[in-house]
């Protein structure tokens, strides 16, 4: 009886694992942004909205790179997104898939059935235990307007557009002048930057992180990654930072810091 018991419980999550991976495919699934993006891509003329019975599909310009937000009526009805997507000549399009390990995984297979390929994989680190260290302050300074070009620069020859959304030269500047940029200046030189953004009243999210490639391997990262500016720390009770698979020594510096991964998950798709 107890074995009977012990493999009719197995059978059942069995069962219920399939009839779940079912019902998600049966459920709808969509990336579209909050109301005041949708309102500020909407006013673009570069934003094209396309659609047919089973999804809604806003491809816009993301500094060069073809973007997509993406309404699906259910992840059954995938396959039909390659006839939607033909309408557009530009690519490649890229498409992020956030959410929990599982229905990330779910929502990448679907996709992958319209024509999509895996790029790039994320996740997400939050840390509540936000330290200021005073003493980092004599190192680490806020950009200056005048820093815009060469810090815009260094974003564009280190990260990869596709998985990175690399801020605009305006969007830079309005960063800069809101003290959410900071930098270390070596010998004349920007050596290493760090730009920030809040999110709601109490977070911010560090956005990107570099250190310039002449002064790396001298420890500069683990400065300014875990950095919050005194400005910011008395109002801030959390940062969020995204990191790819792979740089793990991003996530141990993150770590000895107090973050911890949350479950949020992105994996990058793209569409040639």
């Given at each position: 009886?107890k074995?009977g018991?012990?493999?009719?419980?197995?059978?059942?999550?069995k069962?219920g694992?399939?009839?779940g991976?079912?019902e998600?495919?049966?459920?709808g699934?969509?990336n579209f942004?909050?109301l005041?993006?949708?309102?500020e891509?909407s006013?673009?003329?570069?934003?094209r909205?396309i659609y047919?019975?089973?999804?809604i599909?806003l491809?816009?310009?993301?500094?060069?790179?073809?973007?997509?937000?993406?309404d699906?009526s259910?992840l059954e009805?995938?396959?039909a997104l390659?006839?939607?997507l033909g309408?557009i000549c530009a690519r490649?399009?890229?498409?992020?898939c956030?959410?929990s390990?599982e229905?990330?995984?779910e929502?990448?297979?679907?996709?992958c059935?319209a024509?999509?390929?895996?790029?790039?994989?994320?996740?997400r680190?939050?840390n509540t235990n936000i330290?200021?260290?005073?003493e980092?302050?004599?190192?680490?300074q806020?950009?200056?307007?005048?820093?815009?070009?060469?810090i815009?620069?260094l974003?564009?020859?280190?990260?990869?557009?596709?998985?990175?959304?690399?801020?605009?030269r305006?969007?830079?500047?309005r960063?800069?002048?809101?003290?959410?940029?900071?930098?270390i200046v070596?010998?004349g030189e920007?050596a290493?930057v760090?730009?920030?953004?809040?999110?709601?009243?109490r977070?911010?999210?560090i956005?990107?992180?570099?250190?310039a490639?002449p002064y790396?391997g001298?420890?500069l990262?683990?400065?300014?990654i875990?950095y919050?500016?005194?400005?910011?720390?008395?109002?801030c009770?959390f940062?969020?930072?995204?990191?790819?698979?792979?740089?793990e020594?991003?996530v141990?510096?993150?770590q000895r810091s107090?973050?911890?991964?949350?479950?949020?998950?992105?994996?990058?798709?793209?569409?040639r």
């Amino acid at each position: 009886r107890k074995e009977g018991r012990k493999e009719g419980r197995k059978e059942g999550r069995k069962e219920g694992r399939k009839e779940g991976r079912k019902e998600g495919r049966k459920e709808g699934w969509n990336n579209f942004p909050i109301l005041t993006v949708l309102t500020e891509l909407s006013e673009r003329e570069d934003t094209r909205l396309i659609y047919n019975e089973h999804a809604i599909a806003l491809i816009y310009d993301d500094n060069g790179v073809t973007r997509l937000y993406l309404d699906l009526s259910s992840l059954e009805a995938a396959p039909a997104l390659r006839e939607l997507l033909g309408q557009i000549c530009a690519r490649p399009i890229i498409i992020d898939c956030v959410g929990s390990a599982e229905r990330v995984e779910e929502v990448s297979l679907a996709l992958c059935t319209a024509g999509f390929a895996p790029y790039a994989h994320l996740r997400r680190l939050r840390n509540t235990n936000i330290q200021y260290h005073p003493e980092a302050d004599a190192v680490i300074q806020p950009a200056l307007p005048e820093d815009c070009e060469p810090i815009f620069s260094l974003l564009c020859e280190t990260f990869d557009p596709y998985v990175s959304h690399l801020p605009s030269r305006e969007k830079l500047l309005r960063l800069i002048n809101d003290q959410l940029v900071y930098r270390i200046v070596e010998n004349g030189e920007i050596a290493a930057v760090q730009c920030l953004e809040r999110t709601g009243t109490r977070g911010l999210y560090i956005y990107q992180t570099l250190v310039a490639p002449p002064y790396r391997g001298r420890g500069l990262g683990t400065l300014v990654i875990p950095y919050i500016p005194g400005c910011c720390a008395g109002s801030c009770s959390f940062f969020t930072v995204w990191v790819i698979d792979g740089n793990e020594r991003s996530v141990r510096v993150l770590q000895r810091s107090g973050a911890v991964f949350d479950g949020l998950e992105d994996t990058v798709l793209i569409f040639r």
